[in-house]
Nanobody
Framework: QVQLVESGGGLVQAGGSLRLSCATS????????MAWYRQAPGKQRDLVAH???????YYSDSVKGRFTISRDNAKGTMYLQMNSLKQEDTAVYYC?????????WGQGTQVTVSS
C-alpha cells in the first residue's frame, strides 16, 4: 500500500525555521523525482521544489535561497528545510511524485508563520 506521510509543520514566527519530512512506503523511492507542494487557504496547490533520485534540485522563485530540499533514499524519506520563513509561506505542505503523482495524497502538514 502506497503511503505518503508529511510531518514537521507548526507555528513559527517570521524569520524562523522548520524542517518538514515526507515518509514514504509502498514505492521504489530512490528512482522517483519527488516534490513538495503547498496550498494556502483559497488558493491552488503550488509546486515548491523537487528533487531527482540522484539529488538534482529545482526551486520555485518564491522559496529559492531560503528552502533546501533533500532526500535519504535508504530511508525512503524526503525533507524540506525552511529558513527565513515569511507569512506568505503559510500553507499546508504536501509531498508527492513529481512526474507520476500518486492519486492518494497524504494529509499534509500545516505551516503557519506569524508576524
Amino acid at each position: 500500500q502506497v503511503q505518503l506521510v508529511e510531518s514537521g509543520g507548526g507555528l513559527v514566527q517570521a524569520g524562523g525555521s522548520l524542517r518538514l519530512s515526507c515518509a514514504t512506503s509502498g514505492i521504489v523511492f530512490s528512482t522517483r523525482t519527488m516534490a513538495w507542494y503547498r496550498q494556502a487557504p483559497g488558493k491552488q496547490r503550488d509546486l515548491v521544489a523537487h528533487i531527482t533520485g540522484g539529488g538534482l534540485t529545482y526551486y520555485s522563485d518564491s522559496v529559492k535561497g531560503r528552502f533546501t530540499i533533500s532526500r535519504d533514499n535508504a530511508k525512503g524519506t524526503m525533507y524540506l528545510q525552511m529558513n527565513s520563513l515569511k507569512q506568505e509561506d503559510t500553507a499546508v505542505y504536501y509531498c508527492n511524485d513529481y512526474f507520476n503523482p500518486m492519486a492518494q495524497w497524504g494529509q499534509g502538514t500545516q505551516v503557519t508563520v506569524s508576524s
